[in-house]
């Protein structure tokens, strides 16, 4: 019983230490900006779509020389290793071409994910990486390993690499994040070790 107790208090203590999983954007823009051509940047509410999106508010912005989505808001999520980095993008207009990628970052080391089609994305699409060396890649210049930038990044986003996205349309995404939380499965893991003792 002296077990179940203490267990029972750790999982609860650690519950103040989970991570914010996902940003689904109905507060706000959360420090969110879309970058145009490497200079250009539009941040803000400019960005912010109170609906319309996957469900309730997304963010919006113009799919013609964008470079990324993108912020530094960062220190909800805490130490993300071992999570799914996910999005939802629906792209909206004419002629719009170009692939995009999740990226994180810390102190100019940058990972980036598997590549998608962003013209597919016709519907709210979600895409999903897990967060290891299969599914991404250093860009160049770096030189930390991935484990040390997942553990506290100060960067992250829709990375639209040197080849921009274009066309006459908007590119919307919400529900940013990573699923499982890192902490969710660490209280996962105390559980099973719960069941376990009393047994």
């Known amino acids: 019983m002296r077990k179940l107790v203490l267990l029972t208090m750790l999982c609860c203590g650690l519950t103040g230490f989970v991570c914010a999983g996902v940003e689904t954007f109905n ?21 912010w779509r109170n609906g319309g999106g996957n469900p309730g508010a997304h963010l919006s912005g113009s799919s013609n020389n964008l470079y990324k989505i993108w912020t530094h808001n960062t220190e ?14 629906k792209i909206k207009g004419v002629d719009v071409t170009g692939t995009a990628q999740l990226y994180i970052g810390r102190e100019n080391t940058y990972y980036i994910s598997s590549t998608w089609d962003i013209n597919l994305d016709i519907d709210w699409t979600t895409h999903s990486f897990n967060i290891d060396t299969a599914n991404f890649t250093r860009w160049s210049g770096g030189s ?14 829709v990375f639209f690499g040197t080849e921009f996205a274009h066309g006459n349309g908007k590119i919307n995404i919400d529900n940013f994040g990573f699923v499982p939380e890192p902490a969710t499965l660490l209280l996962l893991g105390l559980g099973g070790m719960l069941f376990q003792y009393e047994r």
């Open 27 to 47: 507060g706000g823009s959360a420090n969110w900006n879309y970058e145009y051509g490497l200079s250009n940047i539009t941040s803000g509410n400019k960005l």
């Open 144 to 157: 930390e390993s991935l484990g040390y930038v997942t553990k506290s990044p100060d960067e992250m986003g």
């Open 76 to 89: 909800s999520y805490g130490d993300i290793t071992g999570a799914t980095m996910t999005v939802d993008t």
